[in-house]
């Protein structure tokens, strides 16, 4: 069982639809990260998150420490916004490594 | 654009040559981190530095890699005797220190060994 679970694998949505990607994690943590991947670009960190819950424009991230969960919202998606997004958390047990989810390919379509 | 750069952001290289990569963090970051992302996969760890100081390397990291950052600001990924399997999209990341800090990634390298 991989530390770090994500789902779900695959997202395709219309426009304007709300849009949760699910983080699930088994080890103890000090944080976790939501970080966005475009095709062939480069990771970009989205939020890093200790506990509840953070808003940047139409993205939402929330955590629950006591159920090792997370979710990111994306309200009113946008083609745009099509991408992989990725779950990371710092592992308190590694050093502060990052443990990464399998990341959520999301397609939203105009 | 993240504050962190990698060069060169494409390299095509033949089975056993040598590559090396580099990576500028963000300047008052002391935390820098290599990780190794293939086709459809996520990132995996290689090894990070504390300054100059390497601190972690994981069991991928194999002989032919090596990884320095002499004076604690840029850091260097060199991989000897390249093979196929070494093809990948190469990550840099930084933080200003460690655990609950932001990582801060670059655009990567993109290595294709023929």
């Known amino acids: 069982k991989n530390e770090v679970e994500q789902s779900p694998q695959n997202l395709t949505a219309q426009e304007g639809e709300f849009i949760t990607i699910n983080c699930s994690y088994s080890?103890?943590?000090?944080?976790l990260h939501w970080l966005q991947q475009h095709p062939g670009g480069g990771i970009v960190s989205l939020f890093m998150?200790?506990?509840?819950?953070k808003k940047h424009g139409r993205l939402i991230a929330t955590i629950n420490i006591q159920e090792k969960h997370s979710s990111l919202h994306i309200t009113a998606s946008h083609p745009r916004d099509s991408a992989v997004y990725i779950c990371?958390?710092?592992?308190?047990?590694?050093?502060?490594?990052?443990?990464w989810g399998a990341g959520t390919k999301l397609i939203i379509k105009p | 654009d993240t504050g962190v750069s990698q060069n060169p952001r494409h390299k095509i290289t033949k089975r056993g040559q040598n590559v090396t990569f580099r990576c500028d963090p963000i300047?008052?970051?002391?935390?820098l981190y290599w990780y190794r992302q293939t086709l459809g996969q996520g990132p995996e760890f290689l090894t990070y530095?504390?300054?100059?100081?390497?601190?972690?390397k994981s069991r991928l990291l194999s002989d032919r890699f090596s990884a320095e950052r002499p004076k604690g600001s840029f850091s260097t990924l060199e991989i000897q005797r390249t093979e196929q399997g070494d093809s990948a999209m190469y990550l840099c990341?930084?933080?200003?220190?460690?655990?609950?800090?932001?990582?801060?990634f670059g655009p990567g390298t993109r290595l294709t060994v023929l």
């Open positions: 990341a930084s933080s200003l220190s460690g655990g609950a800090d932001t990582q801060y």
């Open positions: 300047s008052e970051h002391n935390r």
């Open positions: 530095f504390q300054n100059e100081a390497q601190l972690e």
């Open positions: 080890v103890g943590i000090s944080a």
């Open positions: 998150l200790s506990s509840g819950k």
């Open positions: 990371a958390v710092c592992n308190m047990d590694s050093n502060y490594q990052l443990i």
